[in-house]
């Protein structure tokens, strides 16, 4: 997908790194955190748009037709399609010119899939880190919640804000790396109201699409996020000021 990715697996039954190291070996976290990339390494090959032979790109230049799509891109264009309704076409997955893009289901969807693929082999203390989408489970060590930072807009060599969080799904979306990507599907335009926009929510698909979605919508867009499965949103404007809904916990 051309992002940085990253598993970082705990075990709190080990005391020591040597001890770690065993404990991991023998619960075979090693082979769990390859399955998980597998699964990455999978959805960039169905969805990636800088890909000629992906499944994606196919479909733009008519070599798929729709009834003979895959059930995983069934399941994103679905998913697209109800936040596009949720949020009166700000989110969309067609491009202005009608093409599918993806871009703003496909990341969270396949580390929320990765995660999973974690919890079924046993690994309960973990962070994933897909690109700045983050799942989280149970804890770094000695109960403690794991800390996510959010680059500022600004300067994205610093952090504005770090989170304190466990069990859930971080996405955050903003112009500051790719310029302006994020369209307004009412408009086709860039959308400019929000400099950074941060979702939390049990699951990260839903932090990732409501991201991208808040971002389009602007200001308005995060209370409007809390009825849509966010647990908590996190925003900065053009001009610096913050703008938070629901439950933001920061780290002390």
Known sequence: MGIPMSIDIRDGDAAGSGAADEAADARGWADAAAAAFAVMTEADGRFSSYRDDSELSRVNR?????????????????????????????????????????????????AARAAGVLRSRGVTDFCLNAGGDVVVGGSPGEGAAWNVGIRSPADPAQM????????????TSGAYERGSHILDGRTGLAATG???????????TTADVLATAVFALGPD???????QGATGVLALTPAGAALAAGDVPFAR
């Open 62 to 110: 008519g070599l798929i037709h729709e009834s003979a799509y895959s059930g995983d891109l069934r399941e994103v264009i679905e998913i697209g399609e109800r936040f596009r309704i949720a949020s009166g076409g700000a989110f969309t997955v067609r491009r202005p010119d009608g093409a599918l893009d993806t871009d703003g289901v496909v990341k969270g969807w396949a």
């Open 160 to 171: 504005w804000a770090v989170l304190s969080v466990t069990d859930c799904g971080v996405a």
């Open 194 to 204: 929000l400099a950074s926009v941060t979702v939390l929510s049990d699951d990260l």
């Open 221 to 227: 867009g995060v209370p409007w996020a809390l009825g």
